[in-house]
């Protein structure tokens, strides 16, 4: 992560950076959702076939979505904790972004949208959660259909 993809991230809202993890521990990550999706299909009801199979893709049988791997893979939530990954995102967003994760989160997040709704700085009373909110595109989905649910438009 140099001056570069700061400076990017800052404009955009998000960055790719290449490079972080090699190119055997990516492909031992794809091959256990590679895993994960053929379980998946083996037990998909034939009725919810076409909602979940990608009909573009005619070689093979390739699922169109997977909920959040980081929230069922422990092969995904390794790489989410590593400390090269760890360690630019907080270049990024400052420090405590590993202190929590994605479940504590989802645990915390009804709490959190409470004080929001009250008018109370949420992020001050929970900066660990805020921080995580940032950080991470699944809870922060998670965050805003919870708001709009309760009412309001999300602080985020
Ligand atoms: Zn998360």
Redesign the pocket.
């Known amino acids: 992560m140099d001056a570069i993809d700061i400076g990017f991230y800052r404009h955009q809202g998000h960055v790719t950076v290449n490079g972080v993890f090699a190119a055997a521990e990516m492909d031992a990550v794809v091959r256990d959702i590679e895993q994960w999706g053929e379980a998946f299909l083996a037990e998909l009801p034939p009725a919810q076939r076409a909602w979940y199979l990608d009909g573009g893709v005619q070689a093979r049988a390739v699922l169109r979505k997977l909920d959040n791997p980081?929230a069922h893979r422990p092969a995904v939530q390794q790489l989410a904790r590593d400390l090269r990954l760890v360690g630019s995102i907080e270049s990024l967003l400052g420090p405590g972004v590993s202190e929590l994760?994605?479940d504590e989160?989802?645990d915390q997040l009804d709490r959190y949208v409470e004080l929001e709704v009250t008018g109370a700085d949420a992020a001050a009373a929970m900066p660990a959660l805020a921080a995580?909110l940032t950080g991470?595109p699944?809870?922060r989905e998670e965050h805003e259909s919870l708001r709009a649910l309760v009412g309001g438009e999300p602080a985020v």
């Open positions: 980081h994760g994605c989160c989802f995580h991470c699944a809870c």
